[in-house]
Nanobody
Framework: QVQLVESGGGSVHPGGRLALSCAASGSSLRSLDALGWYRQAPGKPRELVAYKLAGGMIRYGDSVSGRFTLFRDNTDTDNMVFLQMNNLEPEDTAIYYC??????????WGQGTQVTVSS
C-alpha cells in the first residue's frame, strides 16, 4: 500500500502563485512509478495536472503547461513531489489530488487540497 499526504494550497488572486507538496509512504513505496497531481473543479471531471515517472519523463496537462512545474524527489525511503503553480487563473480553482500509480497499474489518491483563485 501507498499513502499520499498533501500540503499547501489556499487562496490567491489571479496572477499569483502557490505551491503544493505531497509525501508518499508505505510498504509498496518501491513499486511506485508515476507520482504527481490531478485536479477536479465543481461539476467537472478529474483532469491531469502533471505527473513524473520514476524514469524521469514528465507529463503536463494542456491547461497548465508553461505555468506549472513539477519536481519529484526520489530516495530509497522518501518519495515526494512538489507542484509550483505560477500565473494562476480563476479556471485553476479546484481540489488538487496527489496521485500515484504503481508499476503494476494500481492507482493511489491523496485526500485532496483546495486551491482557490479569485479577485
Amino acid at each position: 500500500q501507498v499513502q499520499l499526504v498533501e500540503s499547501g494550497g489556499g487562496s490567491v488572486h489571479p496572477g499569483g502563485r502557490l505551491a503544493l507538496s505531497c509525501a508518499a509512504s508505505g510498504s509498496s513505496l518501491r513499486s511506485l512509478d508515476a507520482l504527481g497531481w490531478y485536479r477536479q473543479a465543481p461539476g467537472k471531471p478529474r483532469e491531469l495536472v502533471a505527473y513524473k515517472l520514476a524514469g524521469g519523463m514528465i507529463r503536463y496537462g494542456d491547461s497548465v503547461s508553461g505555468r506549472f512545474t513539477l519536481f519529484r524527489d526520489n530516495t530509497d525511503t522518501d518519495n515526494m513531489v512538489f507542484l509550483q503553480m505560477n500565473n494562476l487563473e480563476p479556471e485553476d480553482t479546484a481540489i488538487y489530488y496527489c496521485y500515484g500509480r504503481s508499476i503494476g497499474g494500481q492507482n493511489y489518491w491523496g485526500q485532496g487540497t483546495q486551491v482557490t483563485v479569485s479577485s
